[in-house]
């Protein structure tokens, strides 16, 4: 897994059926890269969907989140349209996990993405990462405390 | 994963507020698992009511649960008639009924001053408090409602395992 001080490799992936994501295009801003294994978990107790109800906290930071996983980018479409989501969820479907395998957090047992949180600078490099349990959603208390540290640097 | 800020008389507490123990919600009135958690807590706190200080803070999932917010807002105008608790308690006894109707015939049985109690709803000072609520759930860790914490600290558990481990100690 990459660590605080890794530069962050860059990546593109599907956000949307027709729109692509290219990291560094984010340079200049914070990113919370937030790696899970799958759509679709309850939804109370959802990550995506905590994360979701965070952004205008994130936006103080002048950070974007993104979620990755291995689902298709249509399968996201649906996801986020039931859950309302008002952020991307990037598909690392082509080659399959390609980027989790880059930043260490693809789980060849389940082919799926750990559940891993990166925290990026505006520069690109990595401030801070996180590895949970997989059944565990972490929270957002590590994100923010990683982006409270980069504003006071 | 520890408790930030720490519980104050800001708070709403019920039961005893000098008690050694302190279990303290993040939970969300449309929340289906906040409200089947609700009667194991009413039961907790009618046996052990005189040993535990509990406190409940709002964790309202807007997007989510578009009633999570006014219901949490309501509760919090109901706290400024000395109500907090009636209304907690019939809001997530009626949960299945949930509206904005709903929050004004409980705040009108509750025999609330209704034309503050409105404008309280809307008051920006009641909105911080709520969001403030929200903002310490998020630097406490929490991931999802309910989540209790026991003097403090995250208790990874719902309603019922807080309560057999209440038992068993």
Request: glycine fraction near 6%; charge should be negative.
């Amino acid at each position: 897994m990459l660590q605080k001080n890794d530069v962050a490799p860059d990546f593109t992936l599907y956000a949307t059926p027709d729109q692509k994501i290219k990291l560094s295009e984010f340079k200049g801003h914070n990113v919370i890269l937030a790696f899970y294994p799958a759509d679709w978990s309850p939804v109370c107790s959802d990550q995506m969907a905590l994360y979701n109800e965070m952004l205008k906290y994130f936006k103080k930071y002048d950070a974007e989140v993104m979620g990755i996983s291995v689902d298709s980018k249509w399968c996201h479409m649906a996801f986020a349209q039931s859950r309302k989501l008002h952020f991307p969820l990037l598909a690392d479907f082509e080659a399959k996990g390609e980027v989790a395998k880059k930043y260490g957090v693809y789980d060849e047992e389940e082919g799926e993405c750990k559940r891993a949180l990166f925290v990026i600078d505006k520069e690109g490099v990595i401030a801070w990462s996180y590895m949970s349990p997989t059944a565990v959603n972490p929270g957002a208390d590590g994100i923010i405390e990683a982006l409270e540290n980069l504003k006071s640097k | 994963m520890s408790l930030k800020p720490k519980v104050s008389t800001a708070d709403h507490i019920l039961g005893n507020g000098q008690a050694d123990l302190t279990i303290l919600e993040y939970g969300d009135y449309q929340c289906p698992h906040c409200g089947a958690a609700h009667p194991i807590i009413k039961e907790m706190m009618a046996e052990l009511g005189s040993q535990i200080r509990f406190v409940f803070r709002n964790f309202p999932l807007s997007e989510m649960h578009p009633y999570a917010k006014p219901a949490a807002l309501a509760a919090e105008a109901a706290a400024l008639q000395g109500k907090f608790w009636e209304m907690h308690d019939a809001i997530f006894e009626n949960q299945n009924l949930l509206s904005e109707r709903l929050l004004l015939d409980i705040a009108e049985q509750l025999d609330l001053d209704m034309s503050k109690f409105k404008s309280d709803s809307q008051d920006e000072a009641l909105q911080d408090r709520v969001d403030g609520d929200f903002e310490s759930g998020m630097l406490s860790g929490v991931n999802g409602t309910p989540t209790f914490f026991v003097n403090g600290q995250k208790f990874d558990g719902g309603a019922e395992d807080l309560v057999q481990i209440l038992g068993e100690n």
